[in-house]
């Protein structure tokens, strides 16, 4: 009962002359939806390209990200809403519309008192031009942008679509229908200047969407599309937040998702692509009527008409992504999975989804299990280039993690993540740090052959209050440290404290320090020394295999395996936590 059928902004179809790729406005509500990006055409970084036009005027472009567009009528004349300018603006009006010089079509009037039309026009393009470039009278295309849409939508002007699915001007063009759209970009130049109306032409910068795979810029259009009612959804996913039954990390997302969610407009749902769910909806040729069937339909529900035919576009990818904390886990039956594993503790993701991935799965996970999906919601940064600048194709800044992996280790990627990781702040990936990681692995893996070297084997239930040197109670004392404080940042969620918390303990305490300071008892001839060093050097290197598992968890699993015999996994060894430090002991050496 939420889905419901109307008008809407789109681009066109794959394979004809404007690419993939939806700005989704709705007529009834307004509505524009700029995750629409997402299936097929991606434009340039944050939706903007910057184009020099070399004629200097725009024909009905833009993209749904800015949809601030400065137009041939910016530049035409600096004064065309004054009284020497509104034949030029008319005029402008009527070529761009097709008008025939009477009726309110854009045809051009004669006398003082038809300027209002022209004011009027110009003041409802105020409230959404840039004031740096505001000059005079400005057109309104709300067939074609969305800023135009909105502010046409508020002050009940028609809508009027000039660009067909190919890009080519149709019947609402007049005498340039038929044209490409910029052919008759260039024809509507040469006709103003054959009529004595181009004051001047000069190029400029103007925000233009584009497809970063065919280069094609990116025409909004209005079509008939499928949208989800969206406020009725919204009620219990804001509720639950609220309620503390869903808890982000940080905090101050909770902010970002609530002002979203509290201003939810109306979802389009339909995309026009060749793959996805299948939207179950079929159009009676007969009397027009749309069946909408859990089933495949055969007949029109009101006339019985087997002449019908299913909706050829496709649900957005967001819409089905929505569904994924209980589809994956055997839903709609009631399954062993779903029943253990929903709602599931954490749900880990970047900022810059929270609109379309988690604010969805929220809602449709209310209105379809009654329970929220997930008890936390960690947010993470991105991950930028070195000189933090967001990764785009388009850039060519696009890192391969395999390249890096095959080139430093995963061990090496995955310490450096977890490092720079600081609760929702973007990471600049920097090749120095991952070497530094893969340095920091390296000592480690020659701390273990040192070990080894000197027969420091795992003593099966070894008991820590044996030990009787100062150097042993010390190290083990500051194994306990590190273990509690790497505990509670992992549970705080606080990862690169985590990481610098082990990472200190095994350069500076145990390599630095600890192997040092034990070489002499290696290299003396007191055999009860030596057998406790070993024992505790063991159990010593167990816990830092234990502790940096989750950051490093090949390097640490090789070590664990191959250092001595083990009766299970390192992933299923004990996590220690909670122990007992004495004072005195961790005191005992410095």
């Known amino acids: 009962g939420n889905v419901g059928h109307g008008k809407a902004e789109r681009h066109a179809d794959d394979g004809d002359a404007l690419g993939v790729g939806v700005a989704m406005v709705q007529p009834e509500h307004g509505l524009v939806d700029d995750e629409a990006d997402d299936d097929g055409c991606d434009e340039e970084e944050d939706g903007v390209h910057q184009h020099i036009d070399e004629a200097g005027v725009c024909a009905a472009a833009g993209t749904q990200h800015t949809g601030e567009h400065h137009d041939a009528d910016d530049v035409i004349n600096d004064g065309c809403a004054d009284d020497g300018g509104a034949e030029e603006a008319l005029e402008l009006a009527q ?27 110009a003041a409802q393009r105020r409230e959404a031009v840039e004031q740096a470039v505001e000059q005079g009278a400005a057109c309104q295309r709300h067939g074609h942008d969305p800023n135009d849409f909105e502010v046409g939508l508020r002050h009940n002007l028609e809508v009027i679509r000039v660009l067909d699915d190919n890009g080519k001007v149709n019947e609402n063009g007049g005498k340039y229908e038929g ?46 599309q499928w949208f989800v009612k969206m406020k009725p959804l919204a009620e219990e996913a804001i509720r639950v937040v609220k309620d503390g039954e869903t808890k982000f990390v940080p905090e101050r997302f909770s902010k970002t998702y609530l002002n979203w969610m509290e201003n939810v407009r109306d979802w389009c749902i339909s995309r026009q692509l060749w793959w996805g769910h299948q939207i179950p909806a079929w159009t009676c040729a007969d009397c027009g009527h ?8 055969c007949k029109c529900e009101k006339c019985g008409s087997a002449n019908i035919e299913r909706d050829p576009d496709v649900l957005d990818t967001w819409f089905s992504s929505a569904l994924w904390p209980f589809e994956t886990l055997g839903w709609p039956e009631k399954t062993e999975d779903l029943d253990y594993f929903y709602p599931t503790d954490v749900l880990v993701t970047g900022y810059d989804i929270i609109f379309f991935w988690v604010a969805r799965m929220m809602m449709m996970s209310m209105y379809m299990m009654k329970r929220v999906p997930f008890k936390k919601c960690y947010i993470h940064g991105l991950v930028r280039d070195e000189q933090g600048r967001k990764m785009s ?64 084997y795992s003593v099966k239930d070894f008991d820590v209050t044996s030990a009787k040197l100062e150097i042993s109670k010390w190290i083990m004392a500051k194994a306990k440290e590190a273990s509690a404080e790497v505990t509670e940042n992992l549970n705080s969620f606080r990862f690169s404290d985590a990481a610098n918390a082990v990472y200190q303990f095994i350069w500076g305490t145990f390599c630095d320090w600890y192997i040092e300071l034990i070489k002499p008892i290696f290299y003396g001839e007191n055999a009860d020394e030596i057998k406790e060093i070993r024992a505790v050097t063991a159990w010593t290197l167990d816990r830092i295999l234990v502790m940096l598992h989750p950051f490093m968890p090949f390097i640490t699993e090789e070590l664990w395996d191959n250092l001595t015999e083990r009766s299970c996994k390192l992933i299923h060894a004990k996590w220690s936590a909670d122990e007992t430090v004495n004072a005195d002991d961790k005191n005992s050496v410095f």
């Not at 761009?96 to 026009?121: C, M, S, T, V």
């Not at 749309?290 to 339909?297: H, K, M, P």
Request: hydrophobic residues 30%; negative net charge.
């Open 290 to 297: 749309i069946t909408v069937s859990r089933e495949d339909a």
């Open 179 to 224: 044209l490409d759209r910029y052919e008759a970009r260039k024809q509507i130049v040469a006709d103003l200047e054959a009529g004595g109306y181009l004051v001047k032409v000069e190029p400029y910068s103007h925000n233009v969407g584009t497809c970063y795979r065919c280069h094609q810029d990116v025409e909004p259009i209005i079509s008939a």
């Open 393 to 456: 194709k388009s850039k060519g800044n696009t890192v391969d993690p395999m390249e890096t992996i095959e080139k430093y280790g995963a061990d090496a990627l995955r310490f450096f993540m977890a490092a720079m990781e600081t609760q929702g702040r973007d990471i600049n990936l920097s090749d120095s740090r991952i070497q530094g990681y893969r340095n920091f692995a390296t000592k480690l893996w020659n701390a273990a052959r040192f070990c080894e070297m000197n027969e420091c």
């Open 95 to 121: 070529l761009l519309q097709g008008g025939d010089g009477d009726g309110d079509a854009g045809g051009r009037h004669d006398g003082a008192d038809e300027e209002r039309p022209i004011k009027l026009r």
